[in-house]
């Protein structure tokens, strides 16, 4: 009966087992969320960041993905849905999504995948202490504005009057002042809230006399890229972008950092959150991979001879 009874115990001790380790599973499910103005920019690298890190979506972590569909006016209410769903970081997909984040909370951790200047938008105390809730990437996006209006004037060297199409909360608009100042370039400052007014910038641009135009890196300009680059083309400006999507659609050359990298590399800040370690003591990376990419063809259509030493120097030409 003795020997009976111990193996029942066993038996029920093997059958329970399994609902015990699937109870442990179910229990280490992790919560974050996805916050953006546009949908799908940069998930992709993130995730594959995260399975590199041992974090698998639907087995044990849990992503909640919220976006604005390009309206800056939801993105508020998204992340206070975010955040009462009680995500444990929260990720700022693209960098409209930083500030609606942080009115929605100071509990929660927020990762950065990218900003243009997270301690000149007040989003940390510095790069080396973030000192508050907010972690992440930076893009150096202002440090790369005067090295992109050099890259066009060396395309275009009657270049004497030059248009900026941007968000108006841009940390490049002083970088590039300064920077305009010094080559004695004159700057029309063209400020844009969505797509409606791509249209009407552009064509003052044109109606200026605007040699060039420089395109402000960020979700509202991204995300229309094609469009963006359509109405430089009827126009006959030579535009310069931050990010390259827009060079493979007829834009003339873009330089900036290599965007899927930042994503992935905004992974290892989750996990590390994830694993106990504060925002507040993550310091804040900037981009190590930067790319220059130039479209000969669009040259080409503009009338413009691109120097053998530029060419040299681009990551990628496109003919």
């Known amino acids: 009966m003795r020997l009976i ?60 993905r919220r976006s604005a569909n390009g309206q800056r006016s939801g993105l508020r209410d998204l992340a206070n849905e975010l955040v009462g769903l009680g995500v444990e970081v929260l990720v700022a997909g693209d960098s409209a999504a930083i500030e609606p984040a942080r009115q929605a909370t100071s ?50 060297p009657k270049l004497s009057r030059l248009a900026v199409l941007g968000p108006s909360r841009h940390g490049d608009w002083t970088s590039l002042e300064l920077a305009a100042s010094a080559s004695r370039i004159k700057l029309q400052m063209l400020k844009v809230g969505d797509r409606s007014e791509f249209e009407r910038a552009v064509r003052a641009a044109k109606a200026k006399g605007a040699d060039g135009v420089i395109v402000l890196p960020g979700p509202e300009t991204n995300c ?48 590390k959150i994830l694993k106990g370690a504060k925002p507040a003591d993550l310091p804040i990376e900037q981009p190590t991979k930067f790319e220059l990419v130039i479209n000969l063809k669009t040259a080409k259509a503009l009338g413009l001879t691109i120097p053998q030493s530029l060419l040299l120097r681009a990551d990628q030409v496109i003919d």
């Open 5 to 64: 009874g111990v193996a029942v115990v066993v038996a029920i001790g093997l059958t329970l087992a399994p609902l015990a380790t699937e109870a442990q599973e179910a229990g280490s499910v992790r919560t974050i969320g996805w916050l953006s103005l546009v949908r799908d920019i940069g998930q992709t690298p993130l995730l594959e960041g995260l399975h590199e890190l041992g974090w698998i979506e639907g087995r044990n972590l849990r992503i909640e």
């Open 107 to 156: 509990r929660i951790p927020i990762a950065m995948t990218v900003s243009g200047d997270p301690v000149g938008f007040g989003f940390a105390l510095s790069l080396a202490r973030p000192g508050g809730n907010i972690t992440g990437l930076s893009n150096l996006s202002a440090e790369l504005a005067g090295k992109r209006l050099e890259l066009l004037r060396e395309s275009i």
């Open 224 to 271: 229309c890229s094609a469009e963006l680059v359509a109405l430089a083309a009827r126009s006959r400006l030579p535009t310069m972008y931050g990010v390259k999507p827009p060079v493979f659609v007829g834009g003339l050359m873009s330089y900036g950092p290599h965007m899927p990298d930042l994503y992935r590399r905004a992974a290892s800040y989750v996990d």
